[in-house]
């Protein structure tokens, strides 16, 4: 689960995900994101002091880690349930700020790459460069979200792709809405600047069937050398968006990645 951490204390994260570490073990891992997620206002109502996490979000984590960790059985304050669970911290960012502070800490680094594309690679290039081994990593480990909308046709994931495109449309246009149904035709719907700017949140975006996921999804995965995929796939009917996710498992079955190194390009 990805938690933005200035809107919550590191000890109610500590005990939230040591539950459900206890209740799912070895299925939890815990993304850590610097950023409210929100606006200010919705912030403040979440935590007061939401600025000082923001600013403290290194030291914020380490007091995390401190609550999972088996040594802390003298603190004043422990995490119950939290104390000694294997819940694994990944560094969530969007940006090359979080980059820096995933190699400094020694952390796996997952990148949104699904809606803020544009630093990834620089962002990725930066955290192997200065990636710190650790207690928990001894290497860089990199996690890319991405989205994808797959169909039998690849004319029928670009019509389903349309709801991604609205999607997008509405947060450049500040008129946010919950995932609209696909149109025909997005004419009439974006400006020249308004496609162009979709088409930049979306340069991390696999649309199509099988055998185009295949090929898309294997040479992003080759080019970048990344160790975890994460998928989100905006697709407005239910049945589809489970589909969806059906043939982009059968399209990476049997998928090996014909790297055997970080290519120079993504280090």
């Not at 990805?2 to 005990?15: C, K, Q, T």
């Not at 939230?16 to 929100?38: K, V």
């Not at 680094?109 to 200065?130: E, L, S, V």
């Not at 449309?169 to 009439?188: A, F, Q, W």
């Amino acid at each position: 689960g990805g938690i933005m951490l200035p809107n919550h204390s590191p000890l109610a994260v500590a005990e939230q995900f040591g539950t459900l570490e206890t209740m799912y073990p070895g299925r939890i891992d815990l993304g850590l994101g610097r950023a409210p997620g929100t606006d200010q206002a919705t912030a403040m109502a979440l935590r007061r002091n939401f600025a000082d996490g923001m600013y403290n979000f290194g030291a914020n984590i380490e007091e995390l880690q401190r609550y999972f960790s088996n040594t802390s059985e003298t603190a004043r304050v422990r995490a119950f349930p939290g104390e000694g669970a294997d819940v694994p911290l990944y560094i969530l960012g969007s940006s090359t700020d979080s980059a820096y502070l995933a190699a400094e800490m020694g952390l796996p680094y997952a990148f949104a790459a699904h809606f803020a594309p544009a630093q990834f690679r620089t962002a990725i290039q930066i955290y192997r460069k200065h990636f710190k081994p650790s207690a928990q990593l001894n290497q860089p480990h990199v996690m890319a979200c991405v989205n994808v909308v797959g169909a039998e046709t690849n004319e029928e994931a670009q019509y389903l792709a349309t709801s991604v495109y609205q999607m997008f449309l509405s947060v450049i246009t500040n008129r946010r809405k919950p995932l609209p149904p696909p149109v025909e035709s997005m004419d009439g719907l974006w400006d020249l600047q308004e496609r162009a700017a979709v088409a930049q949140m979306l340069s991390c975006t696999f649309i199509g069937d099988e055998e185009r996921l295949r090929e898309k999804l294997g040479e992003f995965i080759n080019e970048t050398g990344i160790n975890e995929l994460m998928v989100t796939s905006n697709v407005y009917d239910m049945a589809l968006r489970l589909k969806s996710f059906s043939i982009l498992k059968r399209a990476l079955a049997d998928f090996q990645p014909t790297i055997q190194h970080i290519p120079e390009n993504a280090l």
